[in-house]
């Protein structure tokens, strides 16, 4: 997918001329499509995580070490490592 700069779609001059509400909108509108975005990237997680696989976790606490799942909730997982058991968000969750 092409994305494009923040600078091409707007400028500081023109987020500037904005008055607080259409700010407030913008921002919310914003976090609207990163959390659409994050919900996909879940399901897409979920639909192929089951307990038992061997998996990796983005977080400097689990860094480099392996856990096994043992449970997928609707937005979080249970995983098992060495160190101890984790709830860990979909989206951090990388398979091996």
Known sequence: ??????GEVISLEDLSTL????????????????KAR??????????????????????????GMVGVITKVN???AKVKFPSGDFTVPLNMIEIL
């Open 19 to 34: 008055g607080d509400a259409e700010l407030q909108l913008l921002r919310e509108t914003v976090n609207d499509v990163i």
């Open 74 to 76: 609707r937005k979080k």
């Open 38 to 63: 994050r919900n996909e990237t879940a399901a897409i997680v979920k639909a192929t995580l089951k307990e038992g696989m061997e998996v990796s976790v983005d977080h400097s606490k689990v860094s």
């Open 1 to 6: 997918m092409d994305y494009k700069k923040l």
